[in-house]
């Protein structure tokens, strides 16, 4: 079973808004940080958001600041990513990541967000 699930992402138009949410099986996201990555078509995987395992601590790309929201729900054990004012640039395969404190690693599959008119 895949730790880590991705969904919410589609098609939007310039402007539009997206939610993403990453739900963890097996494994509780409360006390591991968890980021959000996208990959474009020949471009390195770059970090989007983060959330660190101290309550309220997040960290996110210079070209999602102000646009992009990052938040956790403990009670759902899932990790959400709001996306406002999207771009044409915000075209990717966005993945979530999860680290424990000693350094197992997790990666969802990955879902699609298109922004196109």
């Known amino acids: 079973q895949v730790p880590l699930v991705e969904s919410g992402g589609g098609v939007v138009q310039p402007g539009g808004s997206l939610r993403l949410s990453c739900a963890a099986s097996d494994i509780n996201l409360t006390y591991l940080l968890v980021r959000w990555y996208r990959q474009t078509p020949g471009k390195e995987r770059e970090l989007v958001a983060g959330?660190?395992?101290?309550?309220?601590?997040?960290t996110y790309a210079e070209s999602v600041q102000g646009r992009f929201t990052i938040s956790r729900d403990d009670a759902k054990n899932t990790v959400d990513l709001q996306m406002t004012d999207l771009k044409f640039e915000d075209t990717g395969v966005y993945y979530c990541?999860?680290?424990?404190?000693?350094?197992?690693?997790?990666w969802g599959q990955g879902t699609q967000v298109t922004v196109s008119p």
């Open positions: 990541y999860a680290r424990r404190p000693l350094g197992v690693q997790y």
């Open positions: 959330s660190g395992t101290v309550k309220d601590t997040t």
